[in-house]
Each structure stands twice: as C-alpha cells, then as structure tokens.
C-alpha cells in the first residue's frame, strides 16, 4: 500500500497567508474595540504567533498595514455598488438595490467597516486620509451614475458631486447607528426599508433643484 503524500505549501503562499493573516489580526483587536493607533506591533504578531521581526517581510510599519487594510475594505464593496447601478434595472429601483448591496456587504464584512467608520475619524493621518479620499472616490463614481439620470440642464458637476455625499453620507450614518449595534440578520427588512426611504427623501428634493447658474435659473 503505497504511503500518501504530504503536501507542502509553497514559500509564497506561506508569505500571503502570513500578509493576511495580519490584516485579520488588526481587525480582531479592532473588534476588541480597540483603535488602529492604540495596537501595536507587538500585540499583532503576538495575536498569529509569529515574530516581530517576521513582521518586516510583509510590511514595514504599521501604517502601510492599515493602508492596505483601508484598500481591501472598499474595493469590494465599489465593485459591488458599480455592478449594481451598471445592471439594467428599472430606474425606481436603483436607490433600493444599492441599499441592499450595501447592507449586504456590511453584514458578510462587518470587521471591516467597523474599522472604517472608527478611522475615519481616528487619530493615525494617514489612515484617516485614505479613507477619506475612498470615500470621494465613492461620490465621484456615484455622482457620475446621477449624471445619467437627471437634466444637465440643472445639475452643475459640482452639485451632483454635493448629492452623492448626501447620499453616501445617509446611508453611512444609518448604519453605523443602527446595523452595527444589531445582530445578524435581525429585522436588516425594516432597515433596508428606513435606508430606502431616507434617500428617497434626498432624491424628492433633488428633483427641485436647479444649479446656480442652469439654464433653467429664473
């Protein structure tokens, strides 16, 4: 009977494993609540079991931990909004489908916007910079979809660029007030339904507008 083989990771999936395993580290003391600037090196390698020293082989400090950290956050959750809106989908029901994409994400990657939405505001520059210019980018791409969808002959760049900040600035209140604190899965329906709403309100109001300047301007 022949003897089976063992398999054997390759050195370079061992290094991004190890690369991920420390992005998770930071995320669990965060859901510690812990903030980024209170954990420290030592604390991160301890929480995987390897050494400070091992540390430098996959990133030199700290703060480009958490700037990849910031990154892998949003790209996924962009990818799934810009899907969304790039659907063929009736135009009543964007708002609804991007609140539940958005619900969605939050939920499946809740360490993760946690970690947002505490360093957003947080005490590391850096971090808090490159989170905000995510966000931006956000309203830039969304503020180019509602480009699609309203009169140019109203809307300036420069107020469509001011709704999608409404928008994203909604939703991000909503859930970092309500769907945090919730557990899995508890009444998200009645959430969506609020969250829903609260931009419809915005989008009522948009509506109405007329740009300083527009064509339409009495």
Known sequence: MSRPQKRHRSHGDT???????????????????????GISLREVTREIGITPGAFYRHFPDMDSLGLELVTSSFSTLRTMLITVRANPIPEELIIR??????ITYVRAHRRQFQFISREAFGGVAVIRNAINDEFKQLEVELASDLARLVSSDNWSEEDLQMLASLMIGSMIQIVTQQLMGRPRGEDDAEL????????????LGANAWHSSGSKNES
């Not at 290094?15 to 600037?37: G, H, M, P, W, Y």
């Open 15 to 37: 290094l991004i494993n190890t690369r991920q395993a420390l992005l998770e580290a930071v995320l669990e003391l965060i859901n510690r609540d812990k903030s980024f600037d």
């Open 97 to 102: 489908r991007s609140v539940e994409t958005f």
């Open 192 to 203: 969506i339904q609020k969250a829903e709403k609260q931009l419809r309100l915005i989008a």
